[in-house]
């Protein structure tokens, strides 16, 4: 006799907005115990957002205590990222919404993300504290490259931001736009973009312009997730931080305020925040339930 093991519930929340319609879907599986990766990457895949999160039981030694600690994997409808900021906003409030705001920790496969879900007003909210960071050069060629493939000049470039690749848990190449109408329009070759992302390991591109001195318009092609942009990108945001914070474009300690999704009709509010002494980024934002 065969055994059909039963379809987890497959749970549906938006990150980076209180507002169904806005931020990021993200698939949200909080018992994702016996499934195959293959099983994973159909559910994300069938979803169709830029990625969802499946939980499981967490690795000895993670701490967090009972039902407060897990193991979670993140799927584009294409393949595994390491990291993915949205769908952990999400898994933390659907968490927070059955057990309670407080303390949560994940294994990623980034590294270990603790978080923490406060309730103000009866608006959940989620802060994910990143892995440690770092900010890489890119080869002259390959960024020559990425402006052809987005059809972007050195002129469209913001002399201010140098482009650099930038790692909070999955590495994101960081170009700033000089103008607002310059990062209002994005078309660009998808094949091509793809292609140079895989061969440098990038999970984004994180285009930026910059509004204020800690105000921030973002977007992000995500072609290598099998998608033509992430409409709020919690893992590049984080990354950004630690990228501005190296140049200097940021003061060491305080606050950001990152808007996304706006060009595709989903706007979304990230919040970065730094602190003097600790090279962690930290992202926060609200989530809600889809349907």
């Not at 309730?119 to 390959?142: C, F, K, M, Q």
């Not at 990062?183 to 440098?200: K, S």
């Not at 990108?233 to 931080?241: E, I, K, Q």
Request: charged content about 20%; proline content about 7%.
């Amino acid at each position: 006799m065969t055994t059909i093991t039963p379809r987890p519930e497959v749970l549906r929340y938006t990150a980076f907005s209180s507002d169904p319609d806005g931020g990021n879907p993200a698939g949200v599986v909080l018992d994702a115990t016996g499934l195959e990766d293959d099983e994973m990457l159909a559910i994300a895949a069938d979803l169709g957002y830029s990625e969802s999160a499946f939980l499981t039981a967490p690795p000895q030694g993670l701490g967090g205590g009972a039902g407060r600690a897990y193991t979670i994997r993140y799927f584009s409808p294409k393949a595994e990222v390491p990291f993915c900021g949205h769908a952990t906003v999400a898994s933390a409030v659907a968490l927070a919404e059955r057990t309670g705001p407080g303390q949560l920790v994940f294994a990623t496969r980034a590294g270990t993300v603790p978080v923490e879900v406060t309730e103000e007003g009866g608006t959940l909210r989620a802060t994910l504290t990143s892995v440690e960071p770092y900010v890489a050069d890119i080869a002259e060629a390959d960024l020559a490259e990425a402006l052809a493939a987005l059809d972007w000049r050195d002129a469209d470039l913001d002399p201010a931001f140098p482009p650099r690749i930038a790692f909070a848990g999955a590495r994101h190449l960081v170009l700033a736009a000089a103008t607002r109408a310059r990062l209002a329009e994005l078309a660009y070759d998808f094949t091509r973009l793809e292609a140079l992302m895989r061969r440098l390991d990038l999970t984004t591109v994180q285009l930026v312009w910059r509004e204020s001195a800690a105000v921030f318009h973002v977007r992000d092609p995500f072609p290598v997730g099998g998608v033509v942009e992430d409409s709020v990108t919690g893992a590049a945001a984080a990354a950004f931080g630690a990228y501005a914070r190296e140049f200097g474009l940021v003061p060491e300690d305080g606050v950001l305020t990152l808007y996304q999704g706006e060009d595709l009709g989903r706007p979304g509010e990230i919040e970065v925040t730094l602190r003097a002494g600790d090279p962690r980024v930290r992202v926060s934002g609200t989530a809600t339930r889809i349907g």
